[in-house]
């Protein structure tokens, strides 16, 4: 032992003088197992079982003051739980000395085992034990069994839950068997006749550490190796702990994982310093507190490698976590090749990445060199550390969109544009995000990309990789479905690139015909407009202006008149029609035989009319009373014009000689003139009087 905390990963046997505050525990441990041939070590993750069982109770066994000895078989179930358990047996500190010398026994073993679920029975009755010894078979992460019986031999990880029920119900025979499990997986015990009820009966639910255990698993540790923890970081560290610090969920989850890796982390640094070995709140704020301890951690191993073994890296720990829907994601053992062959790297590329992670000042992975299998140290690293957060996620997505892939290919509902965008990006390596089950994801990350190796992991989810006739696997048939989908899309698209061209042919050509056969009507309806339009001329130049009018109003019951002609036309009504109509009022002026009106003038009140007439007078007519005033001689020639200011005090008159004369308003007097002026519609204004008088 080099450090009093080993971190992430569980304490082992021989670690057992730094594994403290848990005594109270092992006894009750080691009471229990005395008394039933099975014990269930439930509780929750991070909450210290498989470290109360190897650290606490087996030391115990091997300290015991009776004369019974202990032989132990360990296992973790894996996929293949079985073959797992033969191994176990076939250990030195189990049954190996009594089967050195059976050729093939390994196979053998795994043989009967397999065949009959007497087979641990039958195995201990063979076996030759010496005497007062007793065989503890240890099943650590208990749980793996139940993921497992969703893509694995589920025959034989049924078989192997009843090899053990059949070993623990036989009394004569020296077997013990102990399980650990979190607790969140108690119910999918019922999946296996009568082994709900023989946990529920012999179970040890691990407790919560009380204050003082809690400050001894800090200091004690820590004596051993002659350093010491300074009372208020105890302090702090216990109430960081029970505040939640270290995640979200008010439960005790990670808290003593978290704990071991930041006081193993402090430990290192202060071997760096020779002068002191006490643990200060200085040197506790320096890794990040419990909060970010470990992610720092992580991190800072991740950014020492380079692009490419952190890409690796990152395919690696994706490989190491196994989804739930219902419980949190948990560890998931691979081996060495399997891990290379899915980041299509050198085995190797893989153990460089292990070697940096699994190092004795970090423990965050563990690699067995005798079956060459990589496991994450505890699962706390995978809600702890916020990189693996995201590759995870991922991870998830990616083989979502590969499940929902298989189902489409089996369908053979082909992907279109916004599916296949998201499937060719994925197949590509960039993992689009989930949106909604049964979909492929739309949003794109980096991610892995995936192989026939990766495919593997999930054609379990999907009873086996099922073969087609031409022997083709899941992810096989997945891709070439891609690919045909991809021609596919093209040509659609190009069957829509002619159809809209098409279209567009045809509606070009309807409309150039019909803009020419709109041409074609209105030259013609303009000819036959015409002969109307001379007809009504004629009749207004003999001042027939009402026949003028309906051969007009007639014309516009033409068909496809131009909007310029029916405007004309319109313009040539109203004109018509101006000219015929009756006047508001009639006056009757009484004028000498061949005397007739030239031109008049209406003062701005209306009572008056001045009329000039062809004789060269101008008579002075009363609007209201209807009578002439009076008239009077005002040029030689006809009176042209007349004028009358506002002020109603003037009249004025001209001839065609261009004669201006201005007369008084109420007796016609001369008071000047000017000669040969002509005036405008522009100049005529009231300071006409300004003129020049002759």
């Known amino acids: ?248 969920k008010n439960s005790t989850q990670d808290q003593l994982p978290v704990l071991q890796h930041a006081l193993m982390q402090m430990w290192f640094e202060l071997v760096k310093d020779k002068k002191t070995k006490t643990f200060t709140l200085d040197d506790y704020k320096l890794i990040g507190t419990l909060t970010n301890s470990l992610t720092n951690h992580a991190d800072k191993i991740y950014d020492q490698l380079d692009t490419n073994q952190q890409y690796t890296a990152s395919i690696l720990f994706k490989c190491l976590v196994e989804h739930s829907n219902n419980q949190d994601d948990t560890r998931r053992r691979i081996t060495l090749k399997d891990a290379a062959q899915i980041a299509r790297v050198a085995e190797k590329e893989i153990e460089i990445i292990v070697s940096k992670f699994s190092q004795t000042n970090c423990n965050f992975l563990i690699y067995s060199e005798d079956d060459q299998l990589i496991d994450i140290a505890h699962e706390s690293l995978i809600r702890q550390w916020k990189k693996l957060i995201e590759w995870k996620n991922e991870e998830k997505d990616a083989a979502l969109t590969y499940l929902v892939l298989i189902r489409k290919e089996q369908e053979q509902d082909y992907l279109v544009k916004l599916s296949l965008e998201n499937a060719l990006i994925w197949k590509k390596g960039t993992i689009p995000n989930n949106e909604q089950k049964g979909t492929l994801p739309n949003k794109k990350k980096e991610g892995t990309i995936p192989n026939e190796h990766w495919a593997k992991r999930y054609n379990q989810e999907i009873d086996q990789d099922k073969k087609d006739d031409k022997n083709k696997s899941n992810y096989e048939r997945v891709i070439d479905f891609i690919n045909e989908s991809e021609k596919n899309e093209k040509k659609n698209k190009l069957i829509y690139k002619i159809l809209i061209l098409l279209a567009a042919l045809i509606i070009f050509s309807f409309t150039y015909s019909y803009l020419i056969y709109k041409k074609e009507q209105t030259i013609y309806t303009n000819n036959l407009i015409q002969p109307y339009l001379k007809h009504a001329s004629f009749q207004a130049k003999d001042n027939n202006f009402d026949q003028a009018r309906s051969i007009i109003i007639e014309s516009k019951l033409l068909r496809n008149i131009s909007s310029e002609r029916l405007f004309t036309i319109g313009l040539l009504e109203w004109y018509f029609h101006y000219l015929s109509a009756e006047p508001l009022c009639k006056y009757r002026i009484n004028l000498e035989k061949q005397i007739f009106p030239i031109s008049s003038a209406v003062c701005s009140d209306g009572h008056y009319i001045f009329i000039g007439t062809n004789n060269g007078k101008i008579i002075k007519y009363d609007l209201f009373e209807k009578k002439n005033l009076f008239s009077f001689a005002a040029h030689k020639s006809p009176v042209t014009n007349i004028a009358i200011p506002p002020q109603n005090k003037w009249v004025i008159s001209s001839n065609n000689d261009g004669d201006i004369k201005f007369w008084s308003f109420n007796e016609g007097a001369i008071p000047f003139s000017c000669k040969k002026l002509i005036i405008t519609t522009k100049n005529y204004k009231y300071n006409i009087f300004k003129l020049l008088v002759k």
């Open 1 to 248: 032992m080099n450090t009093p905390y080993p971190g992430l990963r569980p304490f082992r046997k021989e670690e057992s003088k730094i594994f403290k505050g848990r005594q109270e525990q092992i006894d009750k441990l080691y009471n229990l197992l005395m008394h039933n041939r099975f014990i269930a070590v439930i509780g929750a993750s991070g909450c210290g079982k498989s470290s109360l069982v190897e650290a606490g109770l087996l030391p115990e066994l091997d300290n015991n003051y009776s004369n019974i000895s202990w032989r132990v078989a360990r296992l973790k179930p894996g996929s293949r739980p079985i073959r797992a358990l033969t191994s176990a047996l076939l250990e030195k500190d189990a049954l190996a000395r009594e089967n050195a010398g059976i050729e093939n026994c390994h196979e053998y073993l795994y043989a009967k085992l397999k065949s009959s679920s007497f087979g641990i029975i039958e195995t201990i009755q063979e076996t030759a034990l010496p005497e007062n010894t007793n065989l503890l078979i240890v099943v650590d992460q208990f749980e793996e069994i139940f993921r497992s019986m969703h893509y694995s031999d589920n025959n034989e990880v049924r078989a192997f839950v009843y090899l053990l029920i059949e070993a623990i119900n036989k009394r004569d025979i020296p077997l013990y068997v102990l399980i650990t499990m979190r607790s969140d997986f108690i119910g999918d015990c019922a999946a296996f006749y009568n082994f709900a009820e023989l946990v529920g009966n012999n179970i040890f639910l691990v407790p919560r550490l009380k204050l003082k255990q809690l400050r001894d698993i800090i200091s004690l540790p820590a004596e051993e190796f002659g350093a010491i923890v300074e009372p208020s970081l105890v302090s702090k560290l216990i109430n960081d702990m029970n505040s939640n610090q270290i995640n979200d």
